[in-house]
């Protein structure tokens, strides 16, 4: 609530100043992200940030931003994917980030969402891969998988796209470990006060709360098997094989072997067609790219390039024209 007020209150600010601008022209537009210390938060108020452009704001050939004329998009923290699904299809929210896996399964009433389709969201873009963390304790060591056995274990926030992909694996592997619903600042805090052996995190790299973990504390990443990482494709098909560069986080200096998931951008087919066709357009301006390169370091992996990979729903109406605009698709 405090993010919104401040965006309120500049918003206003600026329509005071400008003098003719009025109430009216003003359109608030809610991104459901995800935890504060994970990426979706930042990446979602990087877009957020690119496709507003209040009443009263300097036009973009100006040196304001390109964003959409009298738009105020709002970068709301929330238990991620599966919540930002739901919260889409309830029309709570407008749009959101949300891992491929859950995009498809709510479109299509699997998993999470057996027997209750949310066959009204749609894609706006493809944004980046989110690596899997499987977290240790500093100094702590597991051959496999199975060596999680009798641990207490975060499998990440109720609502979130990775804790249904975790206990997915957890399930495969008949592993049974003291499981704890945690946030990923919740699950670095327990881990850093000897609280919980291990957590789950699917997300961009690096997370802020891993960064400030690895500073003070100190913690394992496991590195998962060729094997490991064939399996966990051949269960959720979603998950790709994946590294995690050395030096990511400061205090892990050898390549990591994991998988990864798409992080999506999504929105409602309820939403108007030239509004998300205008929000498009946006996303992949060249002012953007430079707040996205300078932004967050997961940034420079959103490329328009790659805006239709692994895009296995409708995309939406809006989207769809300004992808075939600029040749994309037929």
């Given at each position: 609530m405090k993010l919104r007020h401040k965006i309120v209150a500049a918003a206003v600010g600026l329509m005071m100043a400008a003098g003719a601008a009025s109430a009216q022209d003003m359109k608030f537009w809610r991104i459901g992200t995800g935890g504060a210390g994970g990426t979706y938060f930042p990446i979602g108020g990087l877009i957020a940030n690119a496709i507003s452009s209040p009443p009263g704001s300097r036009s973009c050939e100006e040196g304001g931003t390109c964003g959409v004329p009298g738009l105020v998009a709002?970068?709301?923290?929330?238990?991620?994917?599966?919540?930002?699904?739901?919260?889409?299809h309830a029309g709570q929210l407008d749009a959101g980030l949300a891992g491929a896996q859950s995009v498809v399964q709510g479109y299509n009433g699997e998993g999470k969402f057996e027997g209750t389709p949310k066959d009204n969201i749609r894609v706006i873009a493809n944004l980046y891969p989110e690596d899997m963390h499987l977290v240790l304790a500093n100094g702590t060591s597991i051959d496999s998988l199975k060596g999680l056995e009798g641990m207490r274990v975060g499998v990440a926030a109720a609502g979130s796209g990775t804790q249904v992909s975790v206990r997915m694996i957890l399930k495969h592997y008949g592993i049974n470990a003291d499981e704890q619903e945690l946030s990923l600042g919740q699950s670095a805090q327990r881990l850093a006060d000897g609280q919980l052996d291990a957590f789950f995190y699917a997300g961009g790299t690096p997370f802020a709360a891993l960064i400030q973990l690895g500073s003070t504390k100190g913690f394992e990443l496991y590195s998962f098997s060729d094997e490991e990482r064939d399996t966990i494709n051949?269960?959720?098909?979603?998950?790709?094989?994946?590294?995690?560069?050395?030096?990511?986080?400061?205090?892990?200096?050898?390549?990591?072997?994991?998988?990864?998931?798409?992080?999506?951008?999504?929105?409602?087919?309820?939403?108007?067609?030239?509004?998300?066709?205008?929000?498009?357009?946006?996303?992949?301006?060249?002012?953007?790219?430079?707040?996205?390169?300078?932004?967050?370091?997961?940034?420079?992996?959103?490329?328009?390039?790659?805006?239709?990979?692994g895009v296995l729903i409708p995309l939406h109406p809006g989207a769809e024209r300004f992808y075939k605009e600029v040749g994309m698709i037929d």
């Open positions: 709002i970068a709301v923290s929330t238990n991620a994917s599966v919540a930002n699904v739901n919260a889409i051949s269960i959720i098909p979603y998950y790709v094989h994946s590294m995690i560069p050395a030096g990511v986080y400061e205090n892990i200096t050898v390549d990591t072997s994991t998988v990864a998931v798409n992080g999506q951008l999504i929105t409602s087919v309820d939403q108007d067609e030239e509004l998300v066709y205008q929000i498009t357009k946006a996303l992949w301006s060249d002012k953007t790219r430079g707040l996205l390169d300078k932004g967050h370091a997961k940034g420079k992996a959103i490329q328009m390039e790659t805006a239709l990979t």
